[in-house]
């Protein structure tokens, strides 16, 4: 078990199972209780959109480690031969596409749960908004399992597919009128067609599939200017400030410090740590995609995202648990939200500790 | 004043802190100083954000008490920062950046002593709004903790990055 989690390349097998087949089963719910007007389902729908959203980051990451691993880190390693680089590619963008909604949804699913107890009711444009960002999200991760599917089954990649058709023609006449094909093949395997593709796509190289993908040109970006990177690092410590001291303050004053302080008015700091680590995600996420090699396979990095998941069931139990939030001035939470208080100050140490070293044990910089 | 700075970088344990490869040298001394920062200035910024209306209903008298949190922070970056510095010493001393850095750090204090003075010091604290000078206050340090997270971050690039 162990052993198969240490190769990525399985974990992203096993992670797209969940922006996917979860998220159906948490867009359905959502659906099913903005028809019953079930507040309940609502909720829990909007954290599973939330909890999704986290798990999405682990699989985008976890899919640059599966095809570093594919294409080999020797200087001669090539691809296996049933495996087309722009079939990665496609998949690559498309999964960006999807993450960046996903993250989208995630955002304003847990800003609606965090309004709705603080306001008492969710605001009129959460509902809308969360609906048509899910929607979105789910088309497009859709497409992206759909073009991630035809990574490893290349016999349904429709320039494949109609290769194979046009050898099987001609075989067809071959057979129905012998002689009357020059050159005709005697049987068509698929790795005949699989091998033309890639034939086609190397000899344009010079032409459009020498372009990078639209995830390298991010990247390329992000590397590509001088004061990029060190802009990116500065904003990346500014959030982990906010974040930090919301998850300090909020954590401290349930586990019973600061009693003086009534827990509904902490609840009001919650949008300031989760905005930190909205403006971390997205700098996290430029510098991986400007330089994935430095994070796939630097297990400071797989650590760091681990503790980050852990982090968003943390959230996520604190966005279910409304009777700890509800707690007066001078009274103590019960030992449930005690623990997951303590334990939210650890995860967020441990994710600060693997980031920072990142270069030390890992080669990032 | 440069013999100084170079015996200093010569001594034995500016030689551990950047040479020997240990976690706990460079790495884990700059961890220290990395949780020491987001502990000073988050605490800080959150009472700023506050004194500026963000989260009306936490009461900014009670927070007073997280402040020696805050000076512990305050004097585990102050030693970490120090050492960092010895390690490299000629470089850092001659780099403006490095003095920014200082300059702004040096301002913020001022500007929390103040606060901690006129803010948290005023007898109808949390009974009435804040005053514009209150606010001003928070402005300034807010500006100054971030001017120094910057220069702070920007000395892995600029002038001659000893470390990372």
Known sequence: MIELLSNTSHVHLLLNHVPTTAFVVALALYVVALFNGNDVLKKIGLAMFFFIAAVTLATYTSGSAAEAWLRGTGPKSELPPNVISAAIHEHEDAALWATVLMELTGFFSWLGLWQWKSVRRLPAWNTPLVLVLAVLSFVTMSRAAFLGGHIHHIEIRPDVVERHKACEALLDAETKHPGSVPNAPENCPWQAAVDDVRASAEGGEAGDAGMPNMARRVGDFVIGHTWMWPTLETLHFVGLCMLFTVVLIVNLRLLGLLKIVPVPAVYQMLPIGMLGFAVNLVTGMLFFIGIPSQYNGNPVFYWKVVFILLGGLNVMYFMLVDYAWRTESGRDVSAGPKIAAASAIVIWVCVLYCGHMLPFIGNAF | MMDLLQSIESSGFSQWVKQSGSLWAFPGILLAHTYGMAVLVGIIAGIDLRILGLMPAVPLAPLRRLMPLVWVAFWVNAVTGTMLLAADATS??????????????????????????????????????????AKMLAVASLVCWLGAITAGRLLAYVGNPGGL
């Open chain 2, 92 to 133: 850092k001393m001659r780099n403006l950046d490095f003095g920014i850095k200082m300059a702004f750090i040096v301002l913020a204090v001022i500007t929390q002593r103040v606060i901690q003075k006129r803010v948290f010091g005023d007898p109808d604290l949390d009974r009435q709004p804040f005053s514009s000078n």
